[in-house]
T-cell receptor
Framework: AQSVAQPEDQVNVAEGNPLTVKCTYSVSGNPYLFWYVQYPNRGLQFLLK??????LVKGSYGFEAEFNKSQTSFHLKKPSALVSDSALYFCAVRDIEGTYKYIFGTGTRLKVLA | GAVVSQHPSRVICKSGTSVKIECRSLDFQATTMFWYRQFPKQSLMLMATSNEGSKATYEQGVEKDKFLINHASLTLSTLTVTSAHPEDSSFYICSAPTSGSPSSYNEQFFGPGTRLTVL
């Protein structure tokens, strides 16, 4: 069965410092991986995805993610954190069985401190 | 990007009543939509896959008679929580992929969510 894991419930980082939000996955076959962000009482917003190609994927709001097949990881990164980046971040893998179903990680709350 | 709306954004109802939540794709057609439930400080739990013109597919453990889903058009899916009880209080979110092709790897677009409170 496919799954994603986000090992950190919360990540704290100082404004201006680089941030990393971790995600590891377990899939059979090629992984189709996504990152979403959720602000309080809001739906999820798409940040970026990895389907194939370059291992470093660039997305919205200056975020990027690095796909590492040997470590089965897809960590989200940003070179310089902003206070406004504080939110809940979800990693997801797409079901390969012909549907659009996502399997979400448990989420990581990012807190950027001024 | 594509826009998905939900209505209402917030609803408070009495125990035993039914509540309908609408999910609309505003600028694209969606043959498939998904309904999720999110508890406070927790991840999204997929409840069901809504299929235009056919029956919804429910995830294991989700009562189909409790959570009625209707996908009557290519832009509208509704979730009706029947005989709601306080334990049904939650944040309900819908989503839709922009492409109708099952082989597409397009991302999904999410509605803003509906907060249901059952008294």
């Amino acid at each position: 069965a496919q799954s994603v894991a986000q090992p950190e419930d919360q990540v704290n980082v100082a404004e201006g410092n680089p941030l990393t939000v971790k995600c590891t996955y377990s899939v059979s076959g090629n992984p189709y991986l996504f990152w979403y962000v959720q602000y309080p009482n809001r739906g999820l917003q798409f940040l970026l995805k990895y389907i194939t190609g370059d291992n470093l994927v660039k997305g919205s709001y200056g975020f990027e993610a690095e796909f590492n097949k040997s470590q089965t990881s897809f960590h989200l990164k940003k070179p310089s954190a902003l206070v406004s980046d504080s939110a809940l971040y979800f990693c997801a893998v797409r079901d390969i069985e012909g549907t659009y179903k996502y399997i979400f990680g448990t989420g990581t709350r990012l807190k950027v401190l001024a | 990007g594509a826009v998905v709306s939900q209505h209402p954004s917030r609803v408070i109802c009495k125990s035993g009543t039914s509540v309908k939540i609408e999910c609309r794709s505003l600028d694209f057609q969606a043959t498939t939509m998904f309904w999720y439930r999110q508890f406070p400080k927790q991840s999204l739990m997929l409840m069901a896959t809504s299929n235009e013109g056919s029956k919804a597919t429910y995830e294991q453990g989700v009562e189909k008679d409790k959570f009625l889903i209707n996908h009557a058009s290519l832009t509208l899916s509704t979730l009706t929580v029947t005989s709601a009880h306080p334990e049904d209080s939650s944040f309900y979110i819908c989503s839709a992929p922009t492409s109708g092709s099952p082989s597409s790897y397009n991302e999904q677009f999410f509605g803003p969510g509906t907060r249901l409170t059952v008294l």
